[in-house]
């Protein structure tokens, strides 16, 4: 049987009735899942709800096609074209519910600004960062300073072989920008976030605001695009190195922030990634610096 009917038959087995079923898309434009609107279309796209059906379906796909993990959309950049095998969207698998030992259980697709924000002790930091508890797991969203990974207890998984483990903190390893756990090839399902004790710090959650000011907010971006090297901003040295306002086709580098890209019309995801390469060749060739994406790029 093809890959698609038995995709179909996986998520029949979850569903209460023929309406409930997930269903397995063909050539589904991707550009609406993204924060730039850019990409092409998906082989096969589906966006489960349950954790088994994700289970079933991952270790059933693992090995027989390419698999992409979409979260939010808010670091990724599809290329144009067919991206080939399974696309797989967390973003119905999205509840999160908190309880009174200062914990959060969120689930990857939850909008990662249900769980963080203004409201809450130890996380002021995290004010204003999009995109999904998923993401925010796999690159370590955060500042320079600190990481969403300090702030978690646990994280669920799914195996290759379909197997669903919690991995305590003290078994992940992370640092900027960097969690362990995206290493190997599994798939993010859920955390728990431990919040600290007593009231919000307002000086230090208007400093990190004012940080952001400072960034194309309300613009068509997909965030950083490329990670500070050590000691130095990833924005200074494309500053100086004369990106400010570059453009392929309607994809242009920030008059506000070097280090972001903005789709200022009808840009496509080939017109960002090649603006992306001519940035890294200009201050590579300026400064001898060779900056790491920070954004995945998926072609």
Sequence with gaps: MSLLGDLNDITKKYADN????TKILENEPLDKYTSLNVGGRAEFFVQPWQKE????????????????????????????????????????????????????????????????GS????????????????????????????????????????EPDG????????????????????DSDRLILSC??????????????????DRRKKQPLGSRTAGS????????????????????NLRVGDAVVSYKHANFIINAGHASGNDVINLINICREKVYNQTGILLEPEVKICT
Excluded at 18 to 21: A, F, G, L, M, N
């Design 18 to 21: 023929e309406s409930s079923r």
């Design 53 to 116: 059906e994700i289970a079933e379906i991952y270790k059933y796909c693992y090995g027989k096609c390419k698999i992409t993990i979409l979260g939010g959309g808010t670091n990724l950049i599809f290329g144009d074209g067919l991206i080939e095998g399974l696309v797989i969207s967390m973003r119905d698998f999205m509840f999160n519910s908190y309880s009174l030992d200062y914990t959060s259980e969120a689930l990857a697709g939850c909008p990662l600004n249900h769980v963080t």
């Design 119 to 158: 409201k809450f002790a130890g996380l002021e930091f995290m004010d204003g960062i999009p995109g999904t508890v998923g993401g925010a797991i796999y690159g370590n969203a955060g500042t320079v300073e600190h990481g969403f990974c300090e702030l978690l207890e646990s994280v669920t998984t799914v």
């Design 163 to 182: 197997n669903i483990i919690k991995w305590p903190i003290e078994k992940i390893k992370y640092s900027y920008r960097y969690c362990s756990l995206s």
């Design 192 to 209: 728990v976030v431990r919040y600290g004790r007593g009231f919000v710090n307002e000086q230090l959650l208007k400093e990190y605001r």
């Design 225 to 244: 695009i490329f990670k500070n090297p050590e000691n130095d901003s990833a924005g200074r040295l494309l500053e100086i190195s004369g990106c400010k």
